[in-house]
């Protein structure tokens, strides 16, 4: 499929109010991996830099899974909150790169963290919190859950062919989470859309490991397992996506550009977000960018940035922040939420 095939699909605009994220919290493993460091698997260091903006990304040690990644960050995102755990009736884990294929991530999470609550993952690839994000949403304001842990966490080193020199450098592990609770009419989502069109899902997708095509040592050896990415197609949609989502989620809501406080956009490609912020006329100060320390986190990329947003003061109570994520499915969600 080439760019000008992939369908720009406009998905129905609503909102989600009375929703309040009471605390936030993030990690990422310890190993720092430098451009430099790639330059081994026949990476160029400079051309990382000039075509991604990524200058180290964090990869996992052999004995830490996703689960973990996801766990250490809900802990920390609970240990801020002062919120007693045994309230919590619900953990909902974005992820792509699971611990198993069954049973749910989520499932260890809740196991690790000791709650009593149901549990379960969401796969909508790199817009995987945000999806995770207006499921948990949904349960706290419809009553259904008193409080929600959500989490967006990705294993992306394991995923990743390092022989394929385009893709390779631009993942990295991490995690992130949100503790959801009832909040005032005003808090929540204001605007949100999501969305997604299969008819793109050969550009970014693992071929192998599903049931459609069972894991064979003969297909791990074709490296069938790794993950695939036709790039071009998928930078070209994403900054035509971002554009019309972030803008009809505006138009909905009655705010312009300057209203919003912070774009908390999935950092996957610096040029993707500049290129957007350019059409849009977005500030760059009011760009929040760290996938120059993290890489393409996956799901983990929206709430570490969220957590340093918070952490720092540039997100706070009454704060307007446009949120985006999106990646393999094609799926996409984009929202304008009032802190």
Known sequence: MSDSEIPLVRAPLRALTGVAIESVGSYVPERVVTNAELASLGCDPEW???????????????????SDLATIAARRCLEKSGFDPREIDLVVVGTFTADATMPSTACLVQHQLGLRAAAMDVQAACAGFFYALVTGMQYVATGCSRAALVVGADCNSRIVNPSDVQTYPLFGDGAGAVLLT?????????????GADGSGYELLYCPMGGSRMPLTSAGVEQGLHFLKMDGRPVFKWAVRMLVASIGDVLNQSGLTVGDVDRFVLHQANIRILDAAAKELGIDPAKLVVNLDRYGNTSSGSIPLALDECVADGRIRAGSHIVLSGFGGGLAWGTGLLRW
Do not use: F, K
Not at 48 to 66: N, V
Not at 184 to 194: A, C, E, K, N, P
């Open 48 to 66: 990382i830099l000039r075509r991604t903006g990524i200058r180290e990304r964090r990869y996992a040690p052999a004995e830490m899974s996703t």
């Open 182 to 194: 009832r909040g005032t009419d005003r808090q929540g989502l204001v605007s949100y859309t999501m």
